[in-house]
């Protein structure tokens, strides 16, 4: 459980609004950690956004962010499900040197934890992306050596309006986004789902089980706004999240030279390698405008996250990397085990 309480000067998240504005052109940029500023910011940013995502409909993280400068990736599972960010040679392991942040609220179980070692959002049901560097990010998290990212999730519409999107391709692969939402009065909801599947690319030795991952996620969002002409405009935000995730991943390699006939190898030792996850998050907002300089923000966030991760430990009284290497030197023994 979390909460924060936030007052903004003029130059803040968020764009003023002055008194007896109707309550539609209400802008209230939240989940934004740059928002309109984007000049005035002490350090660099970037902002990718929802036109841009667009374009390529990409659903893997490293993909959607490989164009911001300075930022740069290492692939871990080949679809970005455990991302390896690292931002202006801040190292890329785990994306530990970053602070990562879906509207605005910290995604690790805790600050100094490795993010996607336990919980990355669902990349492809985003609308943005922020992307932060220097002295500007340090209010965002202890953790910001390299910088923060910030994944912004599907806005409620200022006017009833749904978006279907179905997919298939190769290894079997299936995606559907769906949402539906609205605004009437002072009130506005969203419901969204997000489904994700695949065989994957990889084959296990003597096994038919495949090697993807299979994916659901639901967000539902519901906003009140204050009636127009109001002495102090208040707004007030609801999110609820679900995420479930299955995927027959595995930390074991092949060698050197096996790699070089095939990459797309695993070694049957891998068969039952799995991991499954789940993931809630509720996320309560508050925004209240005491003068056309001064507003503050409040906000109460919890999340839930649970992994269990069958995989390979070691063979006897090997470890799967001390295998490996036995293996790499020629070793008949270790190449047979494998």
Known sequence: MAIAAMPLASLG??????QGTPPESLKVEQVTIIGERLDK???????VDELELEKFEYTDIHRMVRQVPGVYFQE??????RANIGIRGSGSGRSGKITMMEDGVL?????YAAPEAYYFPTSGRMSGIEVLK????????????GGAINLISTPIPDMAEGFVNVEIGENSSQKSHVYYGATEGSWGFLLESYQEETLGFKSID????????????YVAKLRWRSAEGSA????????????????????LGVT?????RDPFRRYGLTEQDQMNTRQSGVVLRHRIELSESLALNSMVYRNDFERSWFKLDRVGADSIGSLIDKANSGDATALGIL
């Open 232 to 251: 102090y405009p208040q707004q007030l935000d609801l999110k609820v999240n679900y995420t479930e995730e299955q995927s027959n991943a595995t930390y």
């Open 206 to 217: 003597r096994s038919n089980r495949d090697t993807g991952y299979d994916k659901e996620d």
């Open 107 to 111: 995604i690790a179980p805790a600050p």
């Open 134 to 145: 220097g002295p500007d990010l340090l209010r965002h998290g202890p953790f910001t050596v």
């Open 256 to 260: 050197d030279e096996q790699f070089d």
């Open 41 to 47: 910011l002490a350090g660099s940013a970037y902002v």
């Open 76 to 81: 871990e599972d080949g679809y970005g499900l």
């Open 13 to 18: 998240d968020v764009v003023t609004q002055k």
